[in-house]
DNA sequence: CGAGGTGCTCACCTCCGGGTGAGTACCGCA
DNA sequence: TGCGGTACTCACCCGGAGGTGAGCACCTCG
């Protein structure tokens, strides 16, 4: 999946979307790029606490084959990979707005516990 | 994870909306509640071409206790069962409205196939 | 001189979402 | 009489998403 392009008949425009976001930490991602801006690549590692590096990888490749993310590649002595939002996935995160909106309503309501991650 | 509240910890909003729309066939379930308002459980197998039985079930229960779809039985001699959405269904399919329209222009961008449901 | 950080890749394994197919209790229709 | 429809449940299996841990090439800091 992450080396093929998923393009796959959709019912909607729904599955369409929500297979751009199916993966455990891609949400998470656009999230985190969206409030950081610009992030290296352990610096996401570190805002997503949990993931794992391949997962990080595998999302970010398919985020960027998606069309989602920028992957800017310094070659420089130490490694240096800057990942960024694409205007696709800034209009994503837009999109994904509402729905936050709706999921926090729906934590107040069940109640449930939320990670509040620190942000150093 | 059909019989137990899911409630875990969510990073934010997103998760806790994308948990409960997780599932093949919730988003589309959610639609095809909102396209017809109350619908009988063969009219929406018959309406979501290539679901299981044991899947729509299964999905509906969840959906069911996650408090997003009502779910009323006659106790006909031919059973019947009919399926609607509550407010938080509603709400929530509002929110995915704005997803839809990403999607759609996702679609239109990557030239997918598009599976056009015949509405009997 | 070694530990640790950077951005990965590769191999392996586990778990569970989802599919398949059968069974059920009752009815109507041919 | 028996087939098909209604609304399920149950048992089983498979594939893939996702986790674990190692290795790598190079550098800097203690």
């Known amino acids: 999946m992450a080396t093929s392009a998923r393009q796959g008949p959709y019912f909607c425009g729904i599955d369409a979307a929500m297979d751009v976001v199916s993966g455990k930490w891609k949400s998470l991602i656009l999230w985190e790029l969206h409030e950081h801006g610009t992030r290296r690549f352990a610096e996401l590692r570190r805002g997503l606490p ?10 970010l ?3 960027e084959e998606d069309g989602l993310v920028d992957r800017e590649v310094y070659p420089v002595v130490p490694p240096k990979v ?5 205007e696709h996935g800034v209009s994503l995160n837009a999109a994904l707005e509402s729905l936050a909106v709706w999921g ?9 516990d939320k990670i509040t991650v620190e942000v150093a």
């Open 104 to 112: 926090r309503e729906r934590i107040e309501r069940i109640g449930a």
């Open 61 to 63: 490749r398919e985020m």
């Open 82 to 86: 800057e990942y960024s939002l694409t």
């Open 50 to 59: 949990g993931v794992s590096e391949k997962m990080l990888v595998q999302h």
